[in-house]
Structure formats: C-alpha cells, structure tokens
C-alpha cells in the first residue's frame, strides 16, 4: 500500500492540546470574565487550545493559541493575559521552544516575557526563564488513538499473542491497531485493545505501574515521542520492527503521528452476506465470512449525512456507468459521496443519482432502486472496535467512587465492552463482566444481571448516537449524570468514540 492512500494531514482536533502548569492545573478561559486562569483540574473544552503554527524551526516556532470559541490567547503591554482578537500581525503570538524533558515554554513575541501560573492566575512578567514557566503539552483528541510512524510508513500493531507490539500494519483496519492512551501523574500508559500495557521491557503486562508510564514530547501536527525518562526512546526496532525502548534512533525513528483510531465497518447484505471487494474492484455479497477484503472504513463528514466508504485496497466506493458500484474512487471524486440513511440500527445508501444501492441476482452492488426496500438495508457492525470509549459534551462516560451510578462528565473513561446481538444491536458489558442496566429515571448502573439491547448508529468518521433500551437516547447532562431521557438527537445525544 502507497503511503499516500493512508497519510493525510492532521484534523484539528488533533492540533489542540491542553497546557499543565507546574501546580498540575490546566490553562483555562473563563468565559463570565473573559479572563484566562489555571485552576482547572480537568481537560475539558474550556481547558482546549488549538495551536496555529506560522513559523517552525528544530525545537521551536512561532504560534498563538485558539480556543475553542474561536478566540485567541492575547498578552497586553502590562503582562495582564485576556481573550479575543488579535490587534496586529504579532499580536497574540508567542515562541513556542520544545524543551528535552517534554515541557514548553510560550514567550510573548511583543514583550518577550515568559507565560506562567503562579498556581490561579496567569500572565507575562518575567523575561528570566524559571520553573514557573514551563507547561506540559497534553494532546486533547479521544483517547482511542492509532500510531503511524511516518520514518517506516506503517502503524503500531498490538500481538497478544507474542506480548509486543510490532509497528508493521500498512492499513490500520485492524482492532489490534487501536490503543487507549492513559494520561496519569504526568505520564502516559498506552493500553492494547485486549488490554494490556506497553512496558519498559518491550513486553505486554496485564497491569499499570511504573515500567508502564512512558514521558511525552509533542510537537504541533500531532507528532509525538514516547521516553522512559532516563534516556531511552520508544522506536521500532530490527527487521520485524519491534516497538521497544532504545537509545540510538536514526532519522526520526522516535516520531510518531498520533490520530484517532479510525472506524472500520463490515457491511451485511439481506442474505447474510459481507460485501467484499472481489477481483480488485468490484464489490460483491458473496463472502459468509469477514475478511480484509470485507472491511470498509467510514468516512462521515460531523456536518452532512454524505458518507465514504474506503476499501482496504486503498480506494472508495463509486458509482461508475451502468449503476455499478465499485472500489476504485478518489477522495475528492463526487461519485464517492453517498448519502446515509438509518432504519432501526441497519444502514441504507443512496447514490449522488438519487437512487439506493442493493444487491441485484449475481451479488454485484448496484445503485438501482428508487425506492428502498428490505434489499437495500445493509446490516452495519463495527469491525475494529470490541470496546467503547464514549466522550461527550462535559466528559467521559465512566465510573465514580463517589457515585453508583454512570457518569459523563469523568478525565479518565471506563471501556463499554460490545457484544454484538443484532446488525446494529449490542449488549454493553462494563469492565467487570456485568451488564448495563437502566432504572426507571433514565440513569444507568454498571452492575446489571441482564444483557440489555443498545442500538447503535453512526453520525460522523468517529461520531454516534445510542438509543437506550428504554427507546430514549442517551445523552450527557450537566449535572454529570448519564441519561436516557430524549426524544430527539441534541448536540447533548452525540457521543465521540
């Protein structure tokens, strides 16, 4: 596979990061002042900043910060810090210098005047670099993440069967790509998806400690480096390319693109079949089993229910001459755009003619109906995911100590284990082996008896929407409590996974 199929330039999501000051709280805007402080114990949207890069050289580069609003990190002549507008061409800029134990410092450009915290407050006062103004950069995208390593053109892959982890995957369609990147006392634990942890001895082990925690350098572009701390890199090493800690990579070996896991789908026609890529390009229900060639990633733009189906060979669906669909598009070609279509957790597509795709008597996909019926709804399954990790407005969905029942507003998230029941129906098992269950509000609790029906459908690349078993959608509450209670889908109903 062609690196060119599989790289792209980073989504900004995953340019934001949050700022930890050394008293351990994030660099936070309050919108009721319009002021900029660093109390915040938690990585929330307010805690969010993109960094936009107008110069970079070696181990550092010109930036400014943008919020989440939109709005920018700004520093006035009496070092005082607010939020808005940029006034000139260097106002709001900073020098951003990447230190070796992974910290950053921001230097007002106009002042040159270092950013700092003196545990609450934040502003540029002093142009004499100490402790105060260092900041640890913790990337803000989803915690389920894939590692591309640009130097080898592959991505890390987890063997559970061997306890390694090799960085030899060309297509990162497999579960065993995906890791959740744990952030905790300053370090970073990278989990498997059969949930074990990358250790200092190159091996998988069942828990976290610390021969687990890796030190992170970031660079913006979702570049990052993971360090034991006393000199040793995590790189791919030999000719199996063994992820493993060393100390002599050569040509940037140590860096590495950090992305969302990907979502990869199997696609199940009326006869129970896979559509599989067959002879190349052509696509066919023919398989009743999955294979590589049946995977197909989901590509969804957040803002309209226009879809793209990538095949493992690199290409997208299409519509060609005669109705046929097959799998040689280009990204930006229309006739690779579908529009989506839900129906009790089954999947219906409509090409750019109008007209829906079925499988017609030879098992070919064809862009033929117009109007859909049972052999134009497909059965959708995530193929790369066994496990949710579901983000909302205000958090993660997770347990608390402190509370019996789900919350959605946690820093760190509990895995939803997925047992497929139905095409688009799952049981959701919590991490103990229980079920979910629901009460008679709307809330949930993590310790059922009974598998519960959850259906779920797609509403971006790695967006979704859940109906309860109650037949109301889950959302996320301020309060922090997980609910069960809506009719409609609200901004509050879609969840990041």
């Not at 915040?40 to 989440?68: F, P, Y």
């Not at 074990?196 to 021969?211: E, K, M």
């Not at 909302?392 to 760190?412: A, W």
């Amino acid at each position: 596979m062609e690196e060119v199929e599989w790289t792209r330039r980073p989504k900004p999501e995953e340019l934001r990061v949050g700022l930890i000051s050394w008293a351990g709280s994030y660099l936070t805007f309050e919108a009721y002042k319009n002021t900029v402080t660093a109390t915040a114990k938690g990585l929330g949207r307010r805690q969010t900043w993109e960094i936009l890069v107008s110069n970079e050289h070696d181990a550092q580069a010109v930036v400014r910060l943008r919020g989440l609003q939109g709005l920018y990190l700004l520093c006035e002549a009496d070092g005082s810090l607010c939020y808005g507008r940029p006034r000139t061409s260097h106002h709001g800029c900073f020098l951003l210098r990447f230190h070796r134990n992974g910290k950053w410092t921001l230097q007002c450009i106009i002042s040159g005047r270092y950013l700092e915290s003196d545990g609450e407050d934040v502003f540029c006062n002093s142009r004499v670099l100490s402790a105060y103004h260092m900041w640890t950069p913790r990337p803000a995208l989803h915690v389920h993440v894939i590692l591309y390593s640009p130097v080898n053109h592959c991505y890390a892959r987890a063997d559970p069967t061997m306890g390694r982890v090799w960085v030899d995957a060309p297509v990162p369609c497999l579960e065993e790509c995906g890791f959740l990147l744990h952030f905790q006392d300053g370090c970073y634990h990278l989990e498997t998806s059969t949930h074990f942890f990358l250790s200092h001895v190159d091996r998988l082990v069942p828990q976290p400690s610390a021969q687990t925690a890796f030190h992170m350098q970031v660079r913006p572009g979702g570049l990052v480096a993971l360090s034991d701390g006393e000199g040793g890199m995590l790189y791919p090493q030999g000719t199996r390319l063994l992820l493993g800690l060393g100390s002599n990579p050569h040509r940037g070996e140590e860096w590495f693109v950090l992305q969302r896991c990907p979502t990869w789908v199997s696609l199940r026609s009326k006869t129970r079949k896979f559509l599989s890529i067959i002879y190349d390009v052509e696509v066919c229900a023919a398989s009743e089993h999955i294979t590589p060639m049946s995977l197909f990633q989901f590509e969804c733009d957040d803002e309209s229910p226009s879809l793209q189906l990538r095949a493992a060979n690199g290409c997208y669906l299409a519509q060609r001459r005669h109705r046929t669909v097959v799998a040689n598009g280009h990204p930006m070609e229309p006739d690779t755009f579908f529009r989506v279509h839900w129906n009790c957790g089954k999947i219906i597509l409509q090409s750019p003619n109008g007209r829906f795709l079925g499988i017609i008597d030879n098992g070919l996909l064809m862009a033929n109906a117009t109007i859909p019926g049972p052999n134009e709804e497909f059965g959708i399954r995530l193929a790369n995911r066994p496990f949710l990790v579901l983000r909302g407005r205000y958090g993660y969905v997770g347990t608390s100590s402190e509370h019996d029942l789900m919350k959605c507003n946690m820093d760190q998230p509990d895995c939803i284990h997925l047992l497929p029941c139905r095409q688009g129906i799952y049981h959701f098992q919590a991490q103990g082996g229980s079920f979910w269950s629901i009460t008679s509000f709307g809330t949930f609790r993590p310790w059922g008896k009974f598998a519960l029906n959850f259906c779920i459908e797609l509403h971006g690349s790695n967006l979704l929407t859940v109906l309860a078993p109650n037949g109301f959608y889950m959302r996320s509450d301020r309060s922090g409590t997980l609910l069960a209670d809506s009719e409609e889908i609200t901004k509050e109903c879609i969840w990041e996974f």
